[in-house]
């Protein structure tokens, strides 16, 4: 496996065409100059113009009968692929000009599998929200840069061998986007090992909106991967969800109790004050990343949602487990 991969791109896509003159034109580049062999847009039942600006940008469209999510877009498209390598790239990624060398690179190692990378700092999307989702997803895939138990199909590759021998994605369960690159990874890194690349960096180009941060989070996100932690071993410390990263979670909750506790006892406020600040000490490399990033502002505003944030992706997990002993789910 020393020499050239042949490289099959797989985007699904669905009502994407916002997006594609710059997430599908930074892959057909690739191609054009011989780096990847083919791209493969899988249209997922869209009602815009996703299929036609697809095929006008030198894409070859599969179309799904109906809309079934992305894992079995993806699925549908991996069936078509040639290349040794299939590199998903999810429709809202413009991947950098040097991802499909940085790719071959990696995948010169035989004892790699799978390999993925990381979203840049430079988001275009100017809401503050939005930078914090990107920027946090950067902070976290290069601060675990290295061997990986888990998989990121937004700008992720496989082994196209490895891929199928396990069953592709699981596009029964995950109907939706959710954690279903996770699930893949979970089954693949038996097979051999799995790369956290820093350096195979894409732009995200989506909006993030409260509503569908939250939505996201915790129903598409903290759930299932809770109930899927609740029935695998070996998925409890990875990423986000560390044993360092429970301990911090633990901390938020402190914090918000103390808030609390001025309703009944306000001459505690030194309490709040204290914790927020060992919260803002035991998240020290992500708030000076923040502060590098945006400045005093944007690094206290990234921090306390990012309290929020452990706040509810804890009680989700805590609820799954419960959920699990009442015989709910």
């Known amino acids: 496996m020393t020499g050239r991969q042949g490289i099959s791109v797989i985007m699904p896509a669905y009502n994407a065409s916002r997006f594609l003159d710059r997430s599908l034109a930074a892959v057909i580049d690739l191609q054009r100059r011989g780096l990847v062999d083919e791209v493969i847009v899988v249209d997922d039942g869209s009602t815009d113009a996703?299929?036609?600006?697809?095929?006008?940008?030198?894409?070859?469209?599969?179309?799904?009968?109906?809309?079934?999510?992305?894992?079995?877009?993806?699925?549908?498209?991996a069936e078509e692929a040639r290349g040794q390598v299939l590199w998903f790239v999810d429709?809202?990624?413009?991947?950098?000009?040097?991802?499909?060398?940085?790719?071959?690179?990696?995948?010169?190692?035989?004892?790699?599998?799978a390999a993925f990378g990381s979203y840049d700092t430079s988001p275009p999307e100017p809401g503050w929200l939005s930078r914090y989702k990107n920027l946090i997803h950067h902070f976290y895939h290069t601060q675990g840069a290295g061997d990986a138990t888990t998989f990121w199909a937004g700008c992720?590759?496989?082994?196209?061998?490895?891929?199928?021998?396990?069953?592709?994605?699981?596009?029964?369960?995950?109907?939706?986007?959710?954690?279903?690159?996770?699930?893949?990874?979970?089954?693949?890194?038996?097979?051999?090992r799995i790369r956290i690349e820093p350096a195979l960096q894409a732009t995200h180009l989506k909006r993030w909106r409260i509503v569908n941060v939250l939505r996201t989070d915790i129903l598409h996100r903290a759930v299932p991967w809770s109930r899927l932690i609740r029935e695998r071993a070996g998925l409890a410390d990875t990423l986000n969800i560390s044993r360092a990263e429970r301990l911090r979670a633990g901390l938020a909750w402190l914090f918000a109790f103390s808030c609390l506790a001025l309703i009944a006892a306000p001459w505690l406020w030194p309490l709040p004050v204290v914790l927020f600040g060992a919260a803002i000490l035991a998240n020290g490399p992500l708030a000076r990343f923040l502060y590098r990033q945006g400045g005093p502002a944007f690094a206290l505003f990234g921090l306390a949602w990012h309290q929020f944030y452990y706040l509810y992706a804890s009680a989700t997990y805590v609820w799954c487990m419960v959920e699990a002993r009442l015989g709910l789910g």
């Open 50 to 77: 996703t299929a036609r600006q697809a095929r006008g940008l030198g894409a070859k469209v599969v179309a799904m009968p109906q809309q079934a999510g992305p894992a079995a877009a993806r699925n549908r498209g």
């Open 91 to 113: 429709s809202d990624v413009a991947v950098h000009s040097d991802a499909a060398e940085v790719l071959q690179r990696l995948m010169t190692d035989p004892t790699l599998v």
């Open 156 to 192: 992720g590759a496989v082994r196209a061998e490895a891929f199928r021998s396990v069953g592709g994605f699981d596009g029964t369960r995950y109907r939706y986007p959710s954690i279903e690159d996770i699930e893949l990874g979970d089954r693949l890194r038996h097979l051999g």
